[in-house]
């Protein structure tokens, strides 16, 4: 067995990789009009979907050979899957930073046993303060649980608490300041995301897109902010440039990733719920990490949700060198960064709740 010291995953840009971003289903209770068709897409078979196991194991490799430093679980909706609790208390042992992004909507009763179990940080999605416009745009009418489930989050002691709203011309971006302002009354930090081409219905346009600067200066308006207009240069790894409130109320952020892509500092790389490994959110290309894990178990090892068996038959050393080979091959292979309004900008055949932001 070779000794798991770990050993920083470089891409061929020099970017070193140490943040796993793990969906771990595709399904949402959510239909969100620029994710997802009303009907929902077609759900993948529940023994295609990773196990818990499957995905601590991983989660454990990135970890112990390469240094990651953090994971997040994302979707789809992760906490529609069930006994998300187990998954965590799997995760947590392994000391890196454990965050998910949500729609926020099972938060009510399940924020303290996340806690718990060893969650640290959350990111909640939330496009609209106003009843109707987050009925249309969500399909569901569920504006006061996922409030509800922000407070659960912060009663909860998740810090920090983000929000995640994706700005769409002409439907929600007349309401930022009112978001902006929503964040500050609750102390968490709003994340502005710029439309991206990864909707179900390839309906994406450049006229959708409200430009980061744009986004600023409306928040500026109402809340002035630290050092605007000046723009900060770079900006860490971080994906969203982040803006201090002048009056000492927290901060907001834009995560530009159509008009100021930051992947010259990406460190990003993804699992989907079925186990491909991708480079980039919109990579083209996938690695098929199921494929090694269960290379020996039959699939009806599997129990009902997908909670399988401890390890897949294979001796584990073989298994990990075989995941720590995949994956520090995959990320040979990692490119400079996506070409989004170029010519040669392919959208991947997959939409967003298919990879998990
Ligand atoms: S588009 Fe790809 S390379 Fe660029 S920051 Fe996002 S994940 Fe990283």
């Not at 994706?166 to 102390?187: K, P, Q, S």
């Not at 790894?237 to 008009?259: H, K, N």
Request: net charge negative; aromatic share 6%.
């Amino acid at each position: 067995m070779r000794r798991a010291v770990p050993i920083p995953l470089i891409d061929p840009f020099d970017r070193r990789v140490k943040d796993l971003r793990i969906s771990i289903t595709d399904r949402c209770n959510f239909r969100c009009t620029y994710c997802m068709p009303a009907e929902g897409m077609k759900w993948l078979p529940r023994d295609e979907v990773l196990t818990y196991e499957e995905i601590a194991r991983i989660a454990r490799v990135c970890v112990e050979r390469f240094g990651f430093e953090a994971i997040r679980l994302t979707g789809g909706e992760p906490l529609v899957r069930s006994h998300i609790v187990r998954l965590v208390e799997l995760l947590a042992p392994l000391g890196a930073d454990l965050a998910l992004t949500t729609n926020g909507v099972k938060l009510p009763e399940l924020a303290h046993d996340l806690v718990a179990a060893g969650l640290q940080r959350i990111n909640v999605s939330l496009d609209s303060l106003r009843r109707e416009r987050f009925l249309a745009l969500t399909r569901r009418d569920e504006l006061d649980r996922v409030i509800a489930g922000i407070d659960a989050a912060l009663d909860a002691g998740l810090a920090p608490v983000k929000l995640n709203t994706v700005v769409i011309r002409g439907v929600n971006d007349d309401e930022v300041a009112e978001l902006a302002g929503f964040g500050r009354d609750r102390g968490i930090g709003v994340r502005f995301i710029e439309f991206m081409p990864l909707d179900a219905d390839g309906q994406w346009s450049t006229n959708q897109v409200v430009p980061a600067e744009e986004i600023l200066e409306r928040v500026h308006a109402e809340y002035p902010l630290v050092g605007w207009p000046r723009r900060l240069e770079g900006h860490g790894v971080e994906p969203a440039q982040r803006f201090a409130y002048a009056d000492g109320r927290g901060d907001v952020g834009v995560i530009a990733s159509v008009t100021e892509p930051f992947c010259e500092s990406c460190d990003r790389v993804r699992v989907t719920a079925e186990g491909r490994f991708r480079t980039c959110l919109f990579a083209v290309e996938e690695f098929d990490l199921r494929a090694i894990l269960r290379s020996g178990a039959a699939p009806d090892d599997l129990g009902p949700d997908g909670l399988g068996p401890a390890d897949s038959g294979l001796a584990a050393p073989d298994l990990d060198d075989r995941l720590a080979d995949a994956i520090a091959a995959a990320v040979g292979t990692k490119w400079a960064g996506h070409s989004i309004g170029a010519a040669d900008f392919v959208r991947p055949d997959r939409s967003m709740s298919q990879i998990g932001g």
